[in-house]
């Protein structure tokens, strides 16, 4: 079974910059596309950034582009996002996702982001 743990959380100022990880076991990480999820309180689970299994196709949400940018080590069996320039309204609790070829869907336990001055 499928096991995603991430870590790099915390609480920044705007304008600054976090990396998060997300070690992944379990699973041939390699073959499998990932995704990096939020949710802020009050609101539904949001799609931040999307990577292909080998790393060479990337896409993300509108209000991230341009900011975030998602890259994996298939050697270490992790996925990252890098976020710079954070405003407020990417506070959130992150998640990382896998979905397998038996359409198994895995999520890791979350790390919280908090923006503010």
């Known amino acids: 079974e499928g096991q995603l743990a991430e870590s790099g959380g915390g609480l920044v100022q705007p304008g600054g910059s976090l990396r998060l990880s997300c070690v992944a076991s379990g699973f041939t990480f390699s073959s499998y596309v990932m995704r990096w999820y939020r949710q802020a309180p009050g609101k539904e689970r949001e799609l931040v950034a999307t990577i292909s299994s080998a790393g060479g196709t990337t896409t993300y949400g509108d209000s991230v582009k341009g900011r975030f940018t998602i890259s994996r080590d298939n050697a270490k069996n992790t996925v990252y996002l890098r976020m710079n320039s954070l405003k407020p309204e990417d506070t959130a609790v992150y998640y990382c996702?896998?979905?397998?070829?038996?359409?198994?869907?895995?999520w890791g336990q979350g790390t919280q982001v908090t923006v503010s001055s």
């Open positions: 996702n896998v979905r397998d070829f038996s359409s198994n869907v895995y």
